[in-house]
């Protein structure tokens, strides 16, 4: 049983300010604080901006030596001398936000994760590419009987899909609904609009993407767009009254995603953007005026929705197990990333290599 033994562990390390100075190390078993879990490590999501820190392509630096991966599931197996309701062996995923200040008027209002102090796993603080990571106790969740910690370890991107299209947008049995990006972001924004009950969910993707549109039909899409074969905006302008798409979901986030939102949302329909493009846009944007149109952002979620999201998980209601096309050990995190950079992975899972 590692934990007394072994006083280090395998971790996926970002070392360097620049592209590629991402390796495996040996680095110390965190110490929890008192307020602290210790998590033994079960499973960890391999997400898109993964590969974008690894290649230095975010906008943002990173504080390394930094261990990457923020979606993860796994076990307690220490807990600080003041934490209180979590105990050893209890099965858990945590919310990314591994720091915020918890006094000012986001953290307040229960905007935690926009709070101006926030750190994320493996963007500012240690991550979960690796044996063990250490949790603040404000931040875990129970993970369901019912529901395995590796499909658990996707609870953050589904947290993402229902605060974006539950909470921040306003999906109606009857409306349609269009999701631009077929990943896996866009699969489960598919997935939340029709638990709402949209009538017509409408993926969009463009060539690289048919195994995924393909998917998405057996995911909730009503129907598949590939923008490279044909003309989606004239596609969508003539189902049902002609007048568009009553939400427009972007995940992909590039200028000419946000070109065809505005072409094929209806006048006073919503456009709800996921998808980072750190490029300026270059066009107009006053079709959103025409259309009194609503544009907003969207950026993380909160505990309300972490514990919503794992009913749905629990419930059969959101089924996270389809989504996982492979599963690799941490050491494979070169090739993980670019399973996930070529698209022809929809979700990697990786697994600790510690004893
Ligand atoms: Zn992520
Ligand atoms: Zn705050």
Redesign the pocket.
Known sequence: MGIEMNKTMKAVVKYDNVAGATEIRDVPIPEPGPSDVLVKVAFIGVCGTDPHMHRNLTSFKINVPLILGHEFAGTIVKAGSEVQGWKSGDRITSETHAD?????????SNQ?HL????KGFGFHIDGAFAGYVKVPSRILHKVPDNVSLREASLTEPLCVAYKSVVCNSLVRPGDTVAVIGPGPIGMLCIKMAQICGASEIIAIGTSGDENRLKQSLSYGATMALDSSKEDVAAKIKSLGDCYGADLVVDTAGASQALALSLDIVRPAGQITRIGWGPKPVGFTLDPMIAKSVTVQGHFSHTWDVWEKCLVLMSKGQADLKPLITHELPIDQWEYAFELIESRKAMKVVLTPIDE
């Open positions: 915020y200040c918890g006094v000012c008027p986001l953290c307040r935690y709070c101006r102090e926030r």
